[in-house]
């Protein structure tokens, strides 16, 4: 039933080649990526083709809702590997909009188990419920909920031991909040980079989002 997918796979991996004989090779003896992507399990948002990077040239980290919840140890040991030992340059927190992970997160409904993952998005909903309410239902404000969620998550990374030790080590590490549109394909960039640990805690401490 998934034989096409295999055949797929010869096909690409035979034009990867003829393109460049060496790529495979080179691939298999480094990994040296500058940039940790944090994302979507969405099936819609395709890291590497996004901002068009080939295999190896981005560390991969998605779940629903592109969340960096600080207890997670799946998302600590991505971020703590590409980090201390990838030596990444760039962490991307990118949500989307239309994320059905936040639209689930918010819809007075129960869903079982995925109901706990997503509760920091309805924490979020509540922090900022004067904002969102006066926003219209449904797409505008589901919109907007995507943003604020990827800010959150941006301050969460950049508050993490992991990043707070590079910063203090003199390690070239910036942390940016980008959010993806499904319409056209475009990135935004919610311009909310944190470069150092003043810059977090000044993020921090400041009413947010900017």
Known sequence: ?????????RVWSAAKTRV??????RLANQQT???LWIGCSDS?????????????????HRNVANLAPPQDANYLSVLQYAVEVLKVKHVLVVGHYGCGGVATAVDGHRHGLIDHWLHPIREIYAEHKIELEALSEGTERLNRLCELNVLRQVRN?????????AWANGRDLSVHGWVYSLNNGLVTDL???ITSAEECEAFQAASWPR
Not at 44 to 60: H, K, Q, T
């Open 157 to 165: 990374v950049a508050a993490d031991v992991f990043v707070q030790d």
């Open 20 to 25: 460049d004989p060496d790529f495979f090779r």
């Open 191 to 193: 311009n909310c980079t």
């Open 1 to 9: 039933m998934v034989k096409h997918l295999i055949d797929n796979n």
């Open 44 to 60: 819609r948002v395709p890291a590497n083709e996004i901002v068009d990077l080939d295999p190896g040239e981005l560390f991969v």
């Open 33 to 35: 990526p500058e940039y």
